[in-house]
């Protein structure tokens, strides 16, 4: 049984449908408890040329992912669904696993599409395969359906 479901969304398309998939889960484990990570990404080009990350520029990118979050909690909100947001910044991977383990969750939830996303940057190769072996508990790939061709 899923007590405890942790869904990473980025905002796009397949971070919605991964989303959407939660949801539904989550509306059939009667009592499982739902929490929603936007993972903000370092400021990292100014990090790699200065050395140091200024706050407003990474205030700004937490900014943007605390909209993304928003929207991930209205989304869920219009279908019924209760959860918890968490905002962290980092390295989407390491996060995702760092919040699976201290909230002990059953299972972790991602959205996979057709087209590169934010959260599909680190889905490819051997980075996207690093989730699976680092995570804490089973993870569900929640694959973007793509529209039917005309």
Request: glycine share 10%; proline share 5%; net charge negative.
């Amino acid at each position: 049984m899923y007590r405890k479901i942790l869904a990473a969304f980025d905002g796009s398309p397949s971070g919605r449908s991964g989303l959407l998939e939660c949801a539904t889960i989550q509306q059939l484990l009667v009592g499982s408890e739902l929490h929603l990570l936007a993972v903000a990404p370092i400021a990292a080009g100014i990090y790699l040329t200065e050395g140091f990350v200024p706050d407003t520029l990474q205030d700004e990118q937490n900014r943007a992912y605390r909209e993304v979050l928003d929207e991930g909690l209205a989304l869920l909100t219009g279908r019924g669904v209760s959860a918890e947001g968490h905002l962290v910044t980092g390295e989407p991977i390491d996060e995702i696993c760092r919040l699976a383990r201290e909230l002990d969750v059953d299972l972790i939830v991602v959205g996979h599409g057709h087209r590169a996303s934010r959260l599909e940057r680190w889905w490819r190769g051997s980075v996207g395969a690093s989730l699976v072996e680092d995570a804490p508990c089973s993870v569900l790939v929640a694959i973007a359906k793509q529209p039917a061709a005309p």
